[in-house]
């Protein structure tokens, strides 16, 4: 009842994530524009309905377009369970990761745990 819309969202290989920043802006800009979401400028609000639960849309508007989609997601989380777990992938071997919730669930690892190093370059 709180979200205008709901949504899910259709990635190429049939994947079918829980959250997408980049697609849940281009729905609200889609809705928007097209005055399924009646829009008010120069700041629009709604909440939209993704898998990972109701997203809060911020919108600046001008001119009848959207210039600027701000979003607060699904609340993000790391269950102490899920922190410093190992798991035996092949061709690497063991490697210890946390688990956390951000929209979908990331596997957290240190670079150097599976090879890796991380350069800043300019």
Do not use: W
């Amino acid at each position: 009842p709180e979200a205008a819309y709901s949504f899910i969202i259709a990635e190429q290989g049939k994947i079918y994530p829980a959250m997408s920043g980049h697609n849940t802006m281009c729905v609200a800009t889609a809705l928007l524009e097209t005055g399924m979401v009646p829009m008010e400028e120069p700041i629009t609000k709604f909440k939209l309905e993704a898998p990972a639960g109701l997203i809060g849309v911020e919108a600046r508007c001008e001119g009848g377009r959207v210039v600027e989609v701000m979003l607060r997601n699904a609340p993000a989380f790391c269950r102490p369970r899920d922190m410093d777990v190992e798991i035996d992938v092949p061709v690497i071997g063991k490697v210890r990761l946390d688990i956390a919730f951000g929209g979908m669930h990331y596997a957290i690892v240190r670079a150097a745990d599976v090879g890796l190093s991380l350069e800043p370059r300019f």
